[in-house]
C-alpha cells in the first residue's frame, strides 16, 4: 500500500496545490485569521512579518522540517511536506509557531506536551521541580504533575521536628509560578494536576477549585483505579492511605498485615518506603490506612464538584498502563495539560492533527464522499514530518530530551470530525458516524505503524527497541502469554519484541506488522492521540470542529485574551460547516431561525443538541485505535439531571475509555471559553458599585469600565476570579 502512495506523491505538482478538485474554497473568517496572526504567524521582534500569509507559515515549517534530512532528500520532502500542510496536515501550535524561527526565537519549543519528573516528599526536591517547570513554561511546552506523591495534610515531618502543610499548599507555589511565567512570555502557561483516588486529601483536591482564583493555571483530574470504580459499584469502603518508611513503620508499631492498619497499592516513588518482596503483593508499597470511607460518598463529591465546577477530570490510570505499548518500562501517573498524552516521568510528546473536511468531496449532497486515498497519503507523509520534529525539539530539560529522542514519541490525531460528519449528512452519534470514526482513525494508525517500519528501516529505530529488559514477576502477571511463550523471570527482552508482540494495543494490528516491530522495531513507542486542537482548528482550520468533538455551536462567542485588555474580549465566530453551507447551498441560512427560508437540515448537531452517550460512543469508536489518549468534553444544558450526570462517567468506565470530561455551563463558578449567545443572554450578573448600589445586567450586554468596553461576563468573571488586568 504505501509503495503506491510513494508513487503518487512523486508525482505532485505544486502550481495547482491550493485548489482541490471538489472541494470548495470557503472563505476564512476574520477571527480565524486574527488569531493565526497573534499566534502562529512569525514576526521579527519589531513587529515586522516573517510570514506574510498563511501559506507562508507552511513554506516555512515545511522547510525547518525538511532540512532534518539528508541534503540529497531536502528538496524532495520540502515539496512533499508541503504539499500535505495544504491538504489537511497541520502540526500543532508549537511546531507551526516555532519550527523554522530559530533566528526570531531561539529558546523556544516545537514540543507542546511534557510531564514533570516525579515529585518526591522533601522540600529540596519538590522546589527543584518548581525550577525545572518554570523552564519548561518558559520554552513553551504544557506541563503535567502528580502532587499525590506528597504526604497528606497534617503528616509529620521528622527532618523538620513539624508538621506537613499538605500537597494543595505546595499546588499554590506551582500556580503562581505559572501565572507569573506565562504573563512575562505573552503566552497562557498551561498544567494539569494529577490527584491518586486513595490519598488522604483527595477530597480537599477535589473542592480546591470552588475557592475564587485558586489553582486556575491549573487542570485537576482524578487518578481513578479499577479497583476504586468497583467499589463505587459494590457500594464498599474505600480506604485513604499513604505510603510509610519501614522506620516509620516500626516507631508507630504499624501491624502491616493488619489490613485497617496498612494497604498495600502500586507506588511511583521506588526504594524509599516499606515494599513487599514476594508473593501476591510484590514490588507494593505499604501504604498507612488514615481514613475508610463509603467509595460512593467520595464518587458524589467528585460528581457534585465536576457537575458544579467541571473539575475534575477522570483519569482511568489501570486502563492507561494497560494499553500503553511501553508498559514494560513506564508507570504513567500523570498527562500534559489537556489530558490527550499520558506521560512517564519526564516524558515529552509533540502533536500534530489532520483537517477531516479537506477530504470531503461534494459536501452537502447525496454524493458526498471521503476521499481516502488522498487522506493515506497525506498520514504517510505527516508521519514522516512530525518524526523528524524530533530533531528540533528544543526542549529546555536535558531529561526531556534524553527520553523524547529514546522513545520518539508522537501523538498525530485530527479535527474537524464534527463538522465532517455534518458536510457528509450524517448526525454525531448515528451508527453511520461511528462506524466512520472508527474507520477514519484505524486508517491513520495502520498507514502511520507501517510508515513508522518503514522509516525504522532507512533511518533506524527509536533507541529503546533494542535496549534489554529484565523480565519481572510482575510483567508475567500483567501478560501471562509471555510464560506461555517460555519466557521466565529473569530473562532479558528487548523493547522491539515486549512493543510488537506484548501491546496490548498493538495486538489488535495484522501479525504481519506485529512481527515486523519484533524482529526490525519502529521508529516510534507511539504515534497517534486527539488533541482538544482548540485554537489551530479555529485559526488554520477556519473554526473547523475541535478534534473529535461536534462543533460547540454554529453561531457563538468565543473568550479570547487579548495583550493589553483587561478582561477576555468576545469574538463572534461561525463554524466551518455553517460557513460552507451560506457559501454552496444557502447564503442566508442560520442556526435557531424561525424564517423556513434560513433554516438549516436537521444533520446539523452542535454541543447542545448531542446526546451524552453519543459522546461516549464516539469516543470509544475512536480510542480503539489510539494509542495515547483523546482530549473530549461532554457538553450538557445547565438543568442537565445529576443522576443522569453520574450515569455518563459509569458508561465511560464499561466502554472501556482511558478519561471523561464534562462541562455544565454554570456561571456562578466560572465563564467557559466557547459560550453560547442563549447562555449569555439568559444569565443575570449582579456588580456592586462604589456607592454600595448594585447593577443587574444580562451576560450578552457591553460595560464600560475602567476606559474599556468589556461583556459583561466576561469582566464579571476577571473580577471575581483576580485576573483582571493581569493578561
Same mark, same amino acid.
Given at each position: 500500500?504505501?509503495?503506491?502512495v510513494?508513487?503518487?506523491?512523486?508525482?505532485?505538482?505544486?502550481?495547482? #496545490?491550493?485548489?482541490?478538485?471538489?472541494?470548495?474554497?470557503?472563505?476564512?473568517?476574520?477571527?480565524?485569521?486574527?488569531?493565526?496572526?497573534?499566534?502562529?504567524?512569525?514576526?521579527?521582534?519589531?513587529?515586522e512579518?516573517?510570514?506574510?500569509?498563511?501559506?507562508?507559515?507552511?513554506?516555512?515549517? #515545511?522547510?525547518?522540517?525538511?532540512?532534518?534530512?539528508?541534503?540529497?532528500?531536502?528538496?524532495?520532502?520540502?515539496?512533499k511536506?508541503?504539499?500535505?500542510?495544504?491538504?489537511?496536515?497541520?502540526?500543532?501550535?508549537r511546531?507551526?509557531?516555532?519550527?523554522?524561527?530559530?533566528?526570531h526565537?531561539h529558546?523556544?519549543?516545537?514540543?507542546?506536551?511534557?510531564v514533570?519528573g516525579?515529585?518526591?516528599?522533601?522540600m529540596?526536591?519538590i522546589? +527543584?521541580?518548581?525550577?525545572?517547570a518554570?523552564?519548561?513554561?518558559?520554552?513553551g511546552c504544557?506541563?503535567?504533575?502528580?502532587?499525590?506523591?506528597?504526604?497528606?495534610? +497534617?503528616?509529620?515531618?521528622a527532618?523538620?521536628?513539624?508538621y506537613?502543610?499538605?500537597?494543595?499548599?505546595f499546588?499554590?507555589?506551582?500556580?503562581?509560578?505559572?501565572f507569573?511565567?506565562?504573563?512575562?512570555?505573552?503566552?497562557?502557561?498551561?498544567?494539569m494536576?494529577?490527584f491518586?483516588?486513595?490519598?488522604?486529601d483527595?477530597?480537599?483536591?477535589?473542592?480546591?477549585?470552588?475557592?475564587?482564583?485558586?489553582?486556575?493555571?491549573?487542570?485537576?483530574?482524578?487518578?481513578?483505579?479499577?479497583?476504586?470504580?468497583?467499589?463505587?459499584?459494590?457500594?464498599?469502603?474505600w480506604k485513604?492511605?499513604?505510603?510509610?518508611?519501614e522506620?516509620?513503620?516500626?516507631?508507630?508499631?504499624?501491624?502491616?498485615?493488619?489490613?485497617?492498619?496498612?494497604?498495600?497499592?502500586?507506588w511511583?516513588?521506588?526504594n524509599?518506603?516499606?515494599?513487599k518482596?514476594?508473593?501476591?503483593?510484590?514490588e507494593?508499597?505499604a501504604?498507612?490506612?488514615?481514613?475508610?470511607?463509603?467509595?460512593?460518598?467520595?464518587?458524589?463529591?467528585?460528581?457534585?464538584s465536576?457537575?458544579?465546577?467541571? %473539575?475534575?477530570?477522570?483519569i482511568?490510570?489501570?486502563?492507561?498502563?494497560?494499553?500503553?505499548?511501553n508498559?514494560?518500562?513506564?508507570?504513567i501517573?500523570?498527562?500534559?495539560?489537556?489530558?490527550?498524552?499520558?506521560?512517564?516521568p519526564?516524558?515529552?510528546?509533540l502533536?500534530?492533527?489532520?483537517?477531516?473536511?479537506k477530504f470531503?468531496?461534494?459536501?452537502?449532497?447525496e454524493e458526498?464522499?471521503?476521499?481516502?486515498?488522498?487522506y493515506?497519503q497525506?498520514i504517510?507523509?505527516?508521519?514522516?514530518?512530525?518524526?523528524?520534529?524530533?530533531e528540533i525539539?528544543?526542549l529546555? &530539560?536535558?531529561?526531556?530530551r534524553?527520553?523524547?529522542?529514546?522513545?520518539?514519541?508522537?501523538?498525530?490525531?485530527?479535527?474537524?470530525?464534527?463538522?465532517?460528519?455534518t458536510m457528509?449528512?450524517?448526525k454525531? +452519534?448515528d451508527?453511520?458516524?461511528?462506524?466512520?470514526? %472508527?474507520?477514519?482513525?484505524?486508517?491513520?494508525a495502520e498507514?502511520g505503524?507501517?510508515?513508522?517500519v518503514?522509516?525504522?528501516t532507512?533511518?533506524?529505530?527509536?533507541?529503546i527497541m533494542?535496549?534489554?529488559?529484565?523480565?519481572?514477576?510482575?510483567? &508475567?502477571?500483567?501478560?501471562p502469554?509471555?510464560?506461555?511463550?517460555?519466557i521466565?523471570?529473569?530473562?532479558?527482552?528487548a523493547?522491539?519484541?515486549?512493543l510488537?508482540?506484548?501491546?496490548?494495543?498493538?495486538?489488535?494490528?495484522?501479525e504481519?506488522?506485529?512481527?515486523?516491530?519484533a524482529?526490525?522495531?519502529?521508529?516510534?513507542?507511539?504515534?497517534?492521540?486527539?488533541?482538544?486542537?482548540g485554537?489551530?482548528s &479555529?485559526?488554520?482550520?477556519?473554526?473547523?470542529?475541535?478534534?473529535?468533538?461536534?462543533s460547540?455551536a454554529?453561531?457563538?462567542?468565543?473568550?479570547?485574551?487579548?495583550? +493589553?485588555k483587561?478582561s477576555?474580549e468576545?469574538?463572534?465566530?461561525?463554524?466551518?460547516?455553517?460557513?460552507?453551507?451560506? %457559501?454552496?447551498i444557502?447564503?442566508?441560512?442560520m442556526?435557531?431561525s424561525?424564517?423556513?427560508?434560513?433554516?438549516?437540515?436537521?444533520?446539523?448537531?452542535?454541543?447542545?443538541?448531542?446526546q451524552?452517550k453519543?459522546?461516549?460512543?464516539?469516543?470509544? #469508536?475512536?480510542q480503539?485505535?489510539?494509542?495515547?489518549?483523546?482530549?473530549?468534553?461532554?457538553?450538557v444544558?445547565?438543568?442537565?439531571?445529576?443522576e443522569?450526570?453520574?450515569?455518563i462517567y459509569?458508561?465511560?468506565?464499561?466502554?472501556?475509555?482511558?478519561?471523561?470530561?464534562?462541562?455544565?455551563f454554570?456561571?456562578?463558578?466560572?465563564?467557559?471559553?466557547?459560550?453560547?449567545?442563549?447562555?449569555?443572554?439568559?444569565?443575570?450578573y449582579?456588580f456592586?458599585?462604589?456607592?454600595?448600589?448594585?447593577?443587574?445586567?444580562?451576560?450578552?450586554?457591553e460595560i464600560?469600565?475602567d476606559?474599556?468596553?468589556?461583556?459583561?461576563?466576561?469582566?464579571y468573571?476577571?473580577?471575581?476570579?483576580?485576573?483582571?488586568?493581569?493578561?
Amino acid at each position: 500500500m504505501l509503495k503506491a502512495v510513494e508513487t503518487n506523491l512523486k508525482s505532485i505538482t505544486i502550481s495547482n #496545490a491550493n485548489h482541490d478538485v471538489d472541494v470548495p474554497n470557503i472563505p476564512i473568517q476574520s477571527v480565524s485569521l486574527d488569531i493565526w496572526d497573534k499566534k502562529y504567524r512569525l514576526k521579527t521582534k519589531t513587529g515586522e512579518y516573517v510570514d506574510q500569509n498563511m501559506d507562508d507559515s507552511y513554506a516555512r515549517v #515545511a522547510r525547518a522540517l525538511a532540512d532534518v534530512e539528508t541534503e540529497e532528500k531536502r528538496a524532495e520532502w520540502h515539496e512533499k511536506f508541503l504539499w500535505a500542510l495544504r491538504r489537511g496536515a497541520i502540526p500543532a501550535g508549537r511546531i507551526t509557531s516555532n519550527a523554522g524561527a530559530l533566528e526570531h526565537k531561539h529558546a523556544t519549543s516545537t514540543i507542546n506536551c511534557t510531564v514533570s519528573g516525579v515529585i518526591e516528599d522533601s522540600m529540596d526536591n519538590i522546589l +527543584g521541580k518548581v525550577h525545572e517547570a518554570g523552564l519548561t513554561l518558559k520554552a513553551g511546552c504544557g506541563i503535567g504533575y502528580e502532587f499525590s506523591t506528597l504526604r497528606p495534610k +497534617g503528616a509529620f515531618v521528622a527532618g523538620a521536628g513539624a508538621y506537613t502543610s499538605g500537597p494543595l499548599s505546595f499546588m499554590d507555589i506551582y500556580d503562581k509560578m505559572c501565572f507569573t511565567v506565562s504573563s512575562a512570555g505573552g503566552r497562557r502557561g498551561a498544567q494539569m494536576a494529577t490527584f491518586d483516588i486513595s490519598h488522604p486529601d483527595v477530597i480537599d483536591f477535589i473542592k480546591a477549585k470552588r475557592e475564587n482564583g485558586r489553582l486556575r493555571q491549573f487542570n485537576l483530574s482524578c487518578l481513578i483505579t479499577k479497583e476504586f470504580m468497583e467499589a463505587v459499584k459494590a457500594d464498599s469502603e474505600w480506604k485513604l492511605a499513604f505510603p510509610v518508611t519501614e522506620k516509620e513503620a516500626i516507631i508507630d508499631a504499624l501491624n502491616v498485615n493488619d489490613d485497617h492498619q496498612v494497604v498495600w497499592r502500586e507506588w511511583p516513588v521506588k526504594n524509599k518506603y516499606l515494599t513487599k518482596t514476594e508473593g501476591i503483593d510484590a514490588e507494593k508499597v505499604a501504604c498507612r490506612v488514615y481514613k475508610i470511607i463509603k467509595a460512593r460518598r467520595l464518587w458524589d463529591v467528585i460528581m457534585s464538584s465536576t457537575y458544579d465546577f467541571a %473539575e475534575p477530570g477522570f483519569i482511568l490510570i489501570d486502563r492507561v498502563n494497560e494499553m500503553n505499548n511501553n508498559w514494560f518500562c513506564e508507570n504513567i501517573r500523570a498527562t500534559n495539560p489537556c489530558g490527550e498524552q499520558p506521560l512517564p516521568p519526564y516524558g515529552a510528546c509533540l502533536l500534530g492533527s489532520v483537517n477531516l473536511t479537506k477530504f470531503v468531496k461534494k459536501p452537502f449532497t447525496e454524493e458526498a464522499y471521503f476521499d481516502w486515498n488522498e487522506y493515506h497519503q497525506v498520514i504517510a507523509i505527516f508521519t514522516r514530518m512530525l518524526d523528524n520534529v524530533v530533531e528540533i525539539n528544543g526542549l529546555a &530539560l536535558q531529561q526531556q530530551r534524553d527520553e523524547i529522542v529514546r522513545k520518539r514519541r508522537h501523538g498525530m490525531g485530527y479535527l474537524g470530525l464534527g463538522s465532517t460528519l455534518t458536510m457528509m449528512k450524517m448526525k454525531y +452519534g448515528d451508527d453511520a458516524s461511528l462506524k466512520f470514526t %472508527e474507520d477514519v482513525t484505524r486508517i491513520m494508525a495502520e498507514v502511520g505503524w507501517e510508515v513508522g517500519v518503514q522509516l525504522a528501516t532507512e533511518k533506524g529505530a527509536a533507541p529503546i527497541m533494542e535496549e534489554k529488559f529484565e523480565v519481572s514477576a510482575d510483567m &508475567l502477571a500483567k501478560r501471562p502469554e509471555m510464560a506461555t511463550d517460555g519466557i521466565k523471570v529473569g530473562s532479558k527482552i528487548a523493547g522491539k519484541v515486549l512493543l510488537g508482540k506484548y501491546s496490548r494495543y498493538m495486538q489488535q494490528f495484522p501479525e504481519g506488522l506485529r512481527k515486523q516491530i519484533a524482529e526490525k522495531g519502529v521508529r516510534f513507542t507511539h504515534h497517534s492521540s486527539i488533541a482538544p486542537t482548540g485554537t489551530i482548528s &479555529l485559526s488554520l482550520a477556519n473554526n473547523a470542529s475541535n478534534g473529535i468533538e461536534p462543533s460547540f455551536a454554529h453561531h457563538y462567542a468565543r473568550n479570547v485574551i487579548r495583550e +493589553g485588555k483587561k478582561s477576555k474580549e468576545k469574538v463572534d465566530v461561525f463554524s466551518f460547516e455553517l460557513l460552507a453551507y451560506r %457559501e454552496l447551498i444557502n447564503a442566508s441560512a442560520m442556526p435557531f431561525s424561525d424564517k423556513t427560508e434560513e433554516q438549516l437540515p436537521d444533520y446539523f448537531l452542535d454541543s447542545s443538541t448531542i446526546q451524552a452517550k453519543a459522546h461516549v460512543d464516539i469516543q470509544a #469508536a475512536a480510542q480503539k485505535w489510539i494509542d495515547s489518549s483523546i482530549s473530549k468534553t461532554i457538553n450538557v444544558p445547565t438543568d442537565y439531571d445529576f443522576e443522569d450526570f453520574k450515569n455518563i462517567y459509569l458508561y465511560a468506565y464499561d466502554k472501556g475509555l482511558k478519561g471523561c470530561t464534562t462541562f455544565r455551563f454554570n456561571p456562578e463558578a466560572f465563564q467557559g471559553v466557547l459560550v453560547t449567545e442563549k447562555d449569555l443572554e439568559n444569565t443575570t450578573y449582579k456588580f456592586t458599585l462604589e456607592d454600595g448600589t448594585e447593577m443587574e445586567v444580562k451576560g450578552n450586554d457591553e460595560i464600560e469600565y475602567d476606559g474599556e468596553i468589556h461583556s459583561a461576563a466576561n469582566l464579571y468573571d476577571a473580577l471575581k476570579e483576580g485576573y483582571y488586568g493581569k493578561f
